[in-house]
T-cell receptor, first 112, second 113 residues
Framework: DGGITQSPKYLFRKEGQNVTLSCEQN?????MYWYRQDPGQGLRLIYY???????QKGDIAEGYSVSREKKESFPLTVTSAQKNPTAFYLC???????????FGPGTRLTVL | GQSLEQPSEVTAVEGAIVQINCTYQ??????LSWYQQHDGGAPTFLSY????GLEETGRFSSFLSRSDSYGYLLLQELQMKDSASYFC??????????????FGSGTQLTVLP
């Protein structure tokens, strides 16, 4: 079965700690994205990657970092510099044939 | 920049028809997508319009008017399971050839028995 997986589903972190969210896809998509969603809000773009070893900042990149060493994987690190990290984080990849983004199940991060 | 407006809430009864409007302001417009998101879940793709007109997929249809910067999602024969948030999202060219999605704030649809 092809798809996008994110782990863990729920994550708790203490203030001042960095935490890394996993995103893996076996759809052979080049482009991958990270979004943040706050309660009752739309999705905001954090980072995106068009191809391996390349990534670009989105609208709200401050306090986050990413890497793209493999086509299948696009991990997101939420650093201690992110002032308000509690949110629902969604990873997506883009089908180049239909130009449609498909989402993983998300990780809900709570900072205690 | 880009901005989208859609109503925050819509309520309808089972079997009814509901229309969710979306107006947008953007540069580098490429097309308008619609996503459905149930509580706690991931957004799932519903439809995409790049050209003016109506696209029909089963009970759901989506419309786009590029000249009016306006689109809508039409849900027919509403079912309880259609209760969810619906997001319009503009596909636009950003830096270079990068195609990005910018999402509206979402419309919470409640279907009543």
């Amino acid at each position: 079965d092809g798809g996008i997986t994110q782990s863990p589903k729920y994550l708790f972190r203490k203030e001042g700690q960095n935490v890394t969210l996993s995103c893996e896809q076996n759809l052979n998509h080049d482009a991958m994205y990270w979004y943040r969603q706050d309660p009752g809000q739309g999705l905001r773009l954090i980072y995106y990657s068009q191809i391996v070893n390349d990534f670009q900042k989105g609208d709200i990149a401050e306090g986050y970092s990413v890497s793209r060493e493999k086509k299948e994987s696009f991990p997101l690190t939420v650093t201690s510099a992110q002032k308000n990290p509690t949110a629902f984080y969604l990873c997506a990849s883009r089908d180049p044939h239909t130009d449609t983004q498909y989402f993983g199940p998300g990780t809900r991060l709570t900072v205690l | 920049g880009q901005s989208l407006e859609q109503p925050s809430e819509v309520t309808a009864v089972e079997g009814a028809i509901v229309q969710i409007n979306c107006t947008y302001q953007t540069s580098g417009f490429y097309g308008l997508s619609w996503y459905q998101q149930h509580d706690g879940g991931a957004p799932t793709f519903l439809s995409y319009n790049a050209l003016d007109g109506l696209e029909e997929t089963g009970r759901f249809s989506s419309f786009l008017s590029r000249s009016d910067s306006y689109g809508y999602l039409l849900l027919q024969e509403l079912q309880m399971k259609d209760s969810a948030s619906y997001f319009c999202a503009v596909r636009a060219f950003s830096s270079g050839s990068a195609r990005q999605l910018t999402f509206g704030s979402g419309t919470q649809l409640t279907v009543l028995p």
